[in-house]
């Protein structure tokens, strides 16, 4: 297990400055990149279809530009892929069969925008970039989010693709809701036929994290959430802190899987604070993988959640409660990099 005193001793003392606040509490702040430094660009995001969606987040890095715009074009792509049916356009519609969206995107300094529960519009991430850019608050729901999005521009479309709607009719036979572990890998495997059969159907979610080469991070994370879910659910993709955090001065984390129980203990928020106190990425994971498990052992035996974080230094890591959680990599050495993530189970 990761002994944080010893790390502390051993390496975050010569790489970081140790700080006493005001009320005594000490914290490992990482060295702050200087120009000295040549620092490399990165993005990396959840799951097999996180390849294609880094790719083209890497076009943005690669020339240059703020890790902000890579996170948006990068989530576009599973956004607006019809085949992906836990993202964007094509996602598995509520038990109402209306296909609802939720995400959030922030930035480098501590900005924010999200969207929830938000219907016909083929780009969520962009709403939530809007929402952060454009009025004086964090986050915009249901008919105020559309009409927030028609408002500027967006285009009112149907997201329900034949192939979501027949495997919602076929859902609403038996209507059962039984979460399967990653069935998102199995809905987006070509080779998987594309109905599965009735409750058969779960969720999951793109969250990316980039750091660019100003030493810049942001991060996105959008969803079509849990299949058939009761119509208004909002899970913890468009929760700041929750489905995603970023502190520029430490790193960022993003989360996929269960949302009750990833915004039950604030999960990518508490990701960010273990990094800030000397945890690797990985094990910073790890530890908030463990207290869901913690709280919930029983639970925790049926569910996936998994965490993916990125550090100031360009180290990355993820852990998740069951098997079969992967994350993808790019970076200048290898662009289409998939890592099984380590597990409890
Ligand atoms: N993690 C996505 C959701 O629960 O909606």
Request: hydrophobic share 40%; proline share 5%; aromatic share 6%.
């Amino acid at each position: 297990m990761f002994d944080r005193r010893k790390f502390i001793k051993s390496s975050a003392l010569t790489a970081s400055l140790l700080a006493i606040d005001k009320t005594g509490i000490a914290s490992v702040l990482p060295k702050a990149p200087t120009s000295a430094d040549s620092v490399k660009p990165l993005v990396i995001s959840t799951w097999d279809f996180g390849i294609a969606a880094n790719h083209a987040a890497w076009d943005v890095l690669s020339a240059g530009g703020r890790s902000l715009d890579a996170v948006e074009k990068g989530v576009q792509v599973p956004e607006a892929d019809p085949k992906n049916q836990s993202v964007g356009y094509g996602g598995m519609p509520d038990r109402d069969g209306k296909v609802t969206l939720d995400a959030c995107i922030m930035d480098e300094d501590g900005n924010c925008g999200s969207v929830a529960a938000l219907e016909h519009i083929m780009h969520p991430i962009s709403v939530a970039r809007m929402v952060m850019e454009k009025t004086p608050h964090v986050m915009l729901v249901g008919d105020g989010a559309l009409q927030f999005a028609l408002e500027n521009g967006f285009q009112k479309i149907n997201l329900l693709t034949p192939e979501s709607e027949k495997a919602w009719k076929e859902w609403l036979k038996t209507a059962k809701y039984q979460p399967v572990m990653n069935i998102e890998n199995k809905l987006y495997d070509k080779a998987a036929p594309t109905h599965l059969p009735g409750n058969q159907y779960n969720h999951d979610t793109i969250g990316m994290l980039a750091l660019d080469a100003k030493g810049n991070l942001s991060g996105a994370c959008t969803t079509s959430g849990m299949a058939f879910k009761l119509h208004g659910r909002v899970g913890d993709s468009p929760i700041i802190g929750a489905g995603l955090y970023i502190d520029n001065e430490v790193g960022g984390a993003t989360s996929t899987g269960v949302g009750e129980e990833v915004i039950r203990n604030v999960g990518s928020f508490l990701v960010v604070e273990l990094m800030r106190q000397g945890y690797p990425p990985e094990e910073a994971c790890k530890e908030a993988v463990m207290r869901i498990i913690k709280r919930k052992p029983a639970k925790a035996k049926e569910i996936q959640v998994g965490f993916l974080a990125l550090n100031k230094k360009g180290q990355y890591g993820a852990y998740a409660i069951q098997k079969g959680f992967s994350f993808a990599v790019c970076n200048e050495e290898n662009k289409s990099l998939l890592i099984p993530a380590k597990s409890y189970y």
